[in-house]
């Protein structure tokens, strides 16, 4: 199985902030890399997939980049509505993976 | 609006089979990847597997031997059983959309999510 990992496993910041959440597969997943955002008790809602594609709907803060085995998510502008656990996701072969999860909080 | 909807029993006893069904409103059944994802407690996201709606299933190995899917496309549902579960099983399970494009599967709809705990 590739094995994805996150860092940094939590993170504080503030509103406004940039902030960037990196993803390191085991071995290379080229451009098989799907970013998601979760809030407790919510359905996991995806903001980009294949490395760079924002998802329709997702605001333009959100960006995504990388190749081969390490990846960024970038979020330009923090906004209150911002504040969840991010997860990326492995689809280049089966079994799918994901990362352990970066949870962002308030500062 | 797609919406997809878990829904089975919160409680299952170890040893016994585990049934969950997901129902889709607002679009077809067809032409995607039904999947389920579940997140034991403190846990990742582990994806169980996939059915195409035509059938064809994608499991992952290490539950393979125990997982079986299905698809009724005249219901817009589609289902998971897991046997012989163990305290181990107990997390919240997830159902969602995959949709391909230029061989990428990603999943943009999921539904909320339904704890399911094994315990006797």
């Known amino acids: 199985d590739i094995q994805m990992t996150q860092s940094p496993s939590s993170l504080s910041a503030s509103v406004g902030d940039r902030v960037t959440i990196t993803c390191r597969a085991s071995q290379s997943v080229t451009k098989y890399l799907n970013w998601y955002q979760h809030k407790a008790g919510k359905a996991p809602k995806l903001l980009i997939y294949?490395?760079?594609n924002l998802q329709s709907g997702v605001p333009s803060r959100f960006s995504g980049s990388g190749s081969g085995t390490d990846f960024t998510l970038t979020i330009s502008s923090l906004q209150l509505e911002d504040f969840a656990t991010y997860y990326c996701q492995q689809i280049y072969s089966t079994p799918y993976t994901f990362g352990q999860g970066t949870k962002l909080e308030i500062k | 609006q797609v919406q997809l909807q878990e829904s089975g029993p919160g409680l299952v006893k170890p040893s016994e089979t585990l049934s969950l069904t997901c129902t889709v409103s607002g679009d077809s059944i067809n032409g995607y990847y039904w999947t389920w994802i579940r997140q034991p407690p403190g846990k990742a996201l582990e994806w169980i597997g996939y059915i195409y709606y035509g059938g064809g299933t994608n499991y992952n190995p290490s539950l393979r031997s125990r997982v079986t899917m299905s698809v009724d496309t005249s219901k817009n549902q589609f289902s998971l059983k897991l046997n012989s579960v163990a305290a181990a099983d107990t997390a919240v399970y997830y159902c969602?959309?995959?949709?391909?494009?230029?061989?990428?599967?990603?999943?943009?709809?999921w539904g909320q999510g339904t704890l399911v705990t094994v315990s006797s």
């Open positions: 294949a490395v760079s």
């Open positions: 969602a959309r995959g949709k391909e494009m230029s061989r990428v599967i990603y999943f943009d709809y």
